[in-house]
């Protein structure tokens, strides 16, 4: 299989528009709640993860459907302005781009989200060593799975019709993993590996799991294990910070960081990203990264490290 342009890494799957909306609480039943901030930014798992890659100065295109619209044409501007390749960017006519609308709590931290999917892609473009692949864009790299790579999955949002063999890089969240492969435990540290074990059985590669504010776990292809803490950081807001995550994973084995030293550079740019009201604006590039993951600390499964819980930006 010959390898793509520059060595590239292709991510499929979503791409939309999100409006956030900044208030003091979440708005109950029939109530009006004066917003502190509106603010419009492209977003979806896939297209998020393949602009913190170009942050990083790494080679990506992104494969995915949107619709022949204003939102459509404003995804597009902002990925090219980030110097995300569009070429496997199909335009639907007839079809409208996927939008999200996220609710940010100022008292709470927490978020809503109302999202109308959009158009899908419907065949894996092939030539690339690494295919990083969402919910939406997992069937179609599931069908071309041949013609790629290696496959890296997201499986934050539970990915329908999830098979385990084949997959190289498999990343959900701590519920999706214990959900698919867990055993009776009380959901912490020894619980998700012995969850990540059980996932290699059935043929997954190299398992990292996002904890949200508490970090990451992770096993290894050779059995080694790792627990990276999150890092100590303002958080405005954890919109998209698992797909920055995913995205600089896949930089950082392509920049050759190897396995432990991708995860602790992607817990930290996760963090980072918590920064920014949006999904986006906060990913940090590979030079502030780096700086702080040299204090990030890295523990056995045994002795996980910990940092204030009231300031941890979430992969």
């Given at each position: 299989?010959?390898?793509?342009?520059?060595?590239?890494?292709?991510?499929?799957?979503?791409a939309?528009m999100?409006?956030?909306?900044?208030?003091?609480?979440?708005?109950?039943?029939?109530?009006r709640?004066?917003a502190?901030?509106?603010?419009h930014?492209?977003?979806?798992?896939?297209?998020?993860a393949?602009?913190?890659?170009?942050?990083?100065?790494?080679?990506?295109?992104?494969?995915?459907?949107?619709?022949?619209?204003?939102?459509?044409?404003?995804?597009?501007?902002?990925?090219?302005?980030?110097?995300?390749?569009?070429?496997?960017?199909?335009?639907?006519?007839?079809?409208?781009?996927?939008?999200?609308?996220?609710?940010?709590?100022?008292?709470?931290?927490?978020?809503?989200?109302?999202?109308?999917?959009?158009?899908?892609?419907?065949?894996?473009?092939?030539?690339?060593?690494?295919?990083?692949?969402?919910?939406?864009?997992?069937?179609?790299?599931?069908?071309?799975?041949?013609?790629?790579?290696?496959?890296?999955?997201?499986?934050?949002?539970?990915?329908?019709?999830?098979?385990?063999?084949?997959?190289?890089?498999?990343?959900?969240?701590?519920?999706?993993?214990?959900?698919?492969?867990?055993?009776?435990?009380?959901?912490?540290?020894?619980?998700?590996?012995?969850a990540?074990?059980?996932?290699?059985?059935e043929?997954?590669?190299?398992?990292?799991?996002?904890?949200?504010?508490?970090?990451?776990?992770?096993?290894?292809?050779?059995?080694?294990?790792?627990?990276?803490?999150?890092?100590?950081v303002?958080?405005?807001?954890?919109?998209?910070?698992?797909?920055?995550?995913?995205?600089?994973?896949?930089?950082?084995?392509?920049?050759?960081?190897?396995?432990?030293?991708?995860?602790?550079?992607?817990?930290?740019?996760?963090?980072?990203?918590?920064?920014?009201?949006?999904?986006?604006?906060?990913?940090?590039?590979?030079?502030?990264?780096?700086?702080?993951?040299?204090?990030?600390?890295?523990?056995?499964?045994?002795?996980?490290?910990?940092?204030?819980?009231?300031?941890?930006?979430?992969?």
């Amino acid at each position: 299989m010959a390898p793509a342009t520059d060595g590239a890494i292709l991510c499929i799957g979503a791409a939309s528009m999100d409006t956030v909306a900044v208030v003091d609480r979440m708005v109950g039943a029939d109530e009006r709640v004066v917003a502190e901030t509106i603010v419009h930014a492209g977003g979806g798992p896939a297209a998020t993860a393949a602009v913190a890659i170009a942050r990083w100065g790494v080679p990506v295109e992104l494969a995915a459907a949107v619709g022949d619209d204003d939102a459509g044409r404003a995804v597009l501007d902002g990925l090219e302005a980030e110097g995300v390749g569009v070429r496997h960017v199909e335009r639907r006519r007839g079809e409208t781009t996927a939008q999200s609308v996220v609710l940010v709590s100022r008292d709470t931290a927490s978020r809503a989200l109302l999202t109308r999917p959009g158009p899908t892609l419907r065949e894996l473009p092939a030539g690339y060593d690494w295919v990083h692949c969402d919910q939406a864009g997992y069937p179609a790299a599931q069908a071309g799975r041949a013609r790629a790579g290696r496959l890296s999955l997201d499986d934050g949002n539970a990915v329908a019709g999830f098979v385990p063999a084949g997959v190289d890089l498999y990343v959900p969240t701590a519920e999706v993993l214990l959900r698919r492969f867990g055993a009776a435990g009380d959901g912490g540290v020894l619980a998700l590996l012995d969850a990540a074990r059980a996932a290699t059985v059935e043929g997954v590669g190299a398992v990292v799991v996002t904890r949200g504010g508490e970090g990451a776990v992770a096993l290894d292809p050779a059995g080694d294990e790792l627990v990276v803490p999150a890092v100590d950081v303002p958080v405005e807001s954890t919109l998209g910070a698992g797909d920055v995550f995913h995205g600089a994973m896949l930089a950082a084995l392509a920049l050759g960081h190897g396995f432990a030293g991708s995860v602790r550079l992607a817990v930290v740019c996760a963090g980072l990203s918590c920064r920014g009201l949006d999904g986006r604006s906060a990913i940090p590039g590979l030079a502030e990264t780096l700086r702080l993951t040299t204090t990030t600390t890295t523990t056995s499964a045994g002795r996980p490290a910990t940092v204030p819980a009231t300031q941890k930006g979430r992969p």
